[in-house]
């Protein structure tokens, strides 16, 4: 069992950067890449970034390489963080860790946080 925590999202404007967390706890934590999906209003969950357990392999949406960079901390690799640069208002969505295989396919993620909302005014 997995526990996922985010935390960090809120109201920016167009071009700012704003840094999410996510925290996971468990016994089996270390079995697990991570990624970070997003929602938007009225659309799909969309895959945004992933990582492996090793912090070595990083993975990227198209939309956001070049902006987001994805990392996990080096002295508690259970926190992984999503770096969010120049942000555009189509980047609003609510934003959730989730656990599982470090692809882009969310039907293979196991556990999965709350989410974060994450608006960007224009």
């Known amino acids: 069992q997995v526990q996922l925590v985010e935390s960090g999202g809120g109201l920016v404007q167009a071009g700012d950067s704003l840094t999410l967390s996510c925290f996971a706890g468990g016994r089996a934590v270390s079995d697990y890449a991570t990624g970070w999906f997003r929602q938007g209003p009225g659309k799909e969950r969309e895959f945004v970034a992933a990582?492996?357990?090793?912090?070595?392999?990083?993975?990227y949406a198209d939309s956001v390489k070049g902006r987001f960079t994805i990392s996990r901390d080096s002295a508690a690799k259970n926190i992984v963080y999503l770096q969010m640069n120049s942000l555009k208002p189509e980047d609003t969505a609510v934003y959730y860790c989730?656990?599982?295989?470090?692809?882009?396919?969310?039907?293979?993620?196991?556990?999965w946080g709350q989410g974060t909302q994450v608006t960007v005014s224009s």
């Open positions: 989730a656990a599982g295989a470090g692809n882009s396919r969310s039907r293979e993620y196991d556990y």
């Open positions: 990582i492996s357990w090793s912090g070595l392999s990083t993975f």
